[in-house]
């Protein structure tokens, strides 16, 4: 079928409606696995070590396990969801964890609230490395990145207005009930996932045999013009592979210590109400969506990748420095800093995933995006147990704060001058733009 049959055929309708469909869809489950992993900072700044009578350093290990468990299951999960179902596998994660996030407003055992927070993790580990495959079925390479864009959007989106409601949520109700509505809407949301999203064109019914025949052929071409590499293993120990690791381990130790505790370090050091504590929070991720959205867009525009990516990571350094030097003379000042950290910190996710598949054949791109993002789940735990623990012993964020700035640093040197990603070559795309690729051994 050519362009001409194609267009006449309807399916240029039906190829449409996978963003009306299936990107909403992937959106908000991205979402509410991020709310009802972040809002445990809101927890611990409410007073949940009063309430379970623990103590500041058993907070910051609880907020902490669910990394723990979100590192241990990305690469089985991806193998899983590449060997069986993936759409499936998310649907029964969503049930899990939405039940796993509820009971951590009902525990009230400080070593079953531990087990409860790392199989939390476990649950969610399934998702994000479950997800990137799933577009991979979908969407053609000319369209991935604005789709792994959505994806990602759902972070920093969701940090934002959960910042916002759950300091109100917590004022009327307790912390131990929010924890519970906002665990719900995940069960909920997992029959209408189960209901809209299927793992290929072909199985579902909203899309147009046209449409479906139409991308299903042009998925296959583009695998058959791809090199292939000899088992997950090889690829694993690339040099590029194991530096993109290095930059999203560092990066993650500085991005979720901000993240968990920055509802408890604004609180501290503004000595303001839980509700004003929420909206203060939303703050830096409100700046942190606009960024994503303009670095993204200035990354494909450019068709450079590495470029955009390491200034942020020493930037965002530079600026927890900054409220790090203030924060013992201006709340205020200290505060503007952690807003141009917090949006420097995600500006870059989105030329970062798009350099993995742009190094490695797309036979090997989810088990690689799995490795990289268990690294991050291996930093998130450190940074948000270490900088937990650093806020619990010294009675300040100061501490804290200089572990995320060197983290932050590492992940831009790393990223600057790592092995496989220096250069200055750059991604180009062919005559009719639909297969990128790489002038030059670097991104």
């Known amino acids: 079928m050519d362009k001409t049959e194609y ?25 509410l696995a991020y709310l009802d992993r972040a809002n445990y900072g809101f927890g611990a700044a409410a007073g949940l070590a009063a309430t379970l009578h623990i103590t500041s350093s058993q907070s910051a290990l609880l907020g902490s396990l669910f990394f723990l468990g979100y590192f241990l299951f990305q690469l089985p999960a991806v193998a899983y969801a590449r060997r069986r179902n993936a759409s499936r596998l998310i649907f029964y994660a969503l049930m899990l964890w939405g039940t796993l996030a509820a009971l951590t407003g009902v525990i009230h055992n400080f070593w079953l609230l531990a087990v409860d927070r790392l199989l939390l993790g ?19 390479r000319a369209e991935r990145s604005r789709a792994n864009t ?16 759950t300091g109100y949520l917590i004022h009327a109700f307790g912390w131990q009930m929010t924890f519970v509505l ?18 290929s064109p072909e199985k579902a019914k909203w899309m147009s045999p046209e449409a479906s025949a139409y991308l299903t052929g042009q998925l296959a071409a583009e695998q058959a013009g791809l090199p292939t590499i000899e088992g997950v293993g090889k690829a694993l120990v690339r040099p590029e592979v194991v530096s993109l690791t290095l ?39 409100l700046l942190a969506v606009v960024m994503m959205l303009v670095v993204g ?41 952690l807003i141009l950290a917090g949006g420097s910190m995600y500006a870059s996710y989105g030329p970062f995933f798009a350099i993995i598949p742009e190094v490695v054949p ?30 619990a012993r010294t009675g300040n964020s100061r501490a804290g704060f200089l572990l995320m700035s060197m983290s932050l640093i590492a992940a831009g040197l790393v990223m ?3 092995p496989g990603l220096s250069g200055s070559a750059k991604v180009v795309d062919d005559s009719d733009g639909a297969k990128p690729e790489i002038q030059g051994n670097e991104i």
């Open 362 to 391: 797309r036979n090997v791109t989810a088990e690689v995006m799995a490795l990289v993002s268990s690294a991050s789940a291996l930093g998130a735990f450190l940074g948000a147990w270490v900088v937990g623990e650093l806020q």
């Open 182 to 199: 906002e665990g719900v809407p995940s069960i909920v949301w997992a029959f209408i996932w189960f209901a809209v999203v299927r793992d």
């Open 150 to 165: 959505i994806l990602i959007l759902g972070n920093p989106t969701t940090v934002l207005w959960m910042s916002a409601i």
């Open 416 to 418: 600057l001058f790592g």
């Open 297 to 337: 867009y200035l990354s494909d525009k450019t068709l450079r990748r590495r470029v955009w990516v390491w200034p942020f990571l020493i930037f965002s350094a530079v600026a927890l420095l900054g409220s790090y030097t203030f924060a013992a003379h201006s709340f205020w000042v200290a505060y503007g800093f």
């Open 247 to 285: 930059v999203h381990f560092f990066w993650s130790v500085g991005l979720y210590g901000f993240i968990l505790w920055l509802p408890t370090i604004i609180r501290a050091g503004s000595a303001v109400g839980i509700e004003a504590t929420g909206l203060l929070s939303a703050i830096p991720y």
């Open 7 to 31: 267009r006449a055929g309807g399916a240029s309708k039906g190829l449409r409606e996978r963003w009306l469909y299936l990107m909403p869809a992937v959106f908000v489950t991205y979402s």
């Open 122 to 140: 476990v649950a969610e580990s399934l998702i994000f490395p479950a997800m990137l495959l799933l577009l991979t079925r979908w969407f053609t």
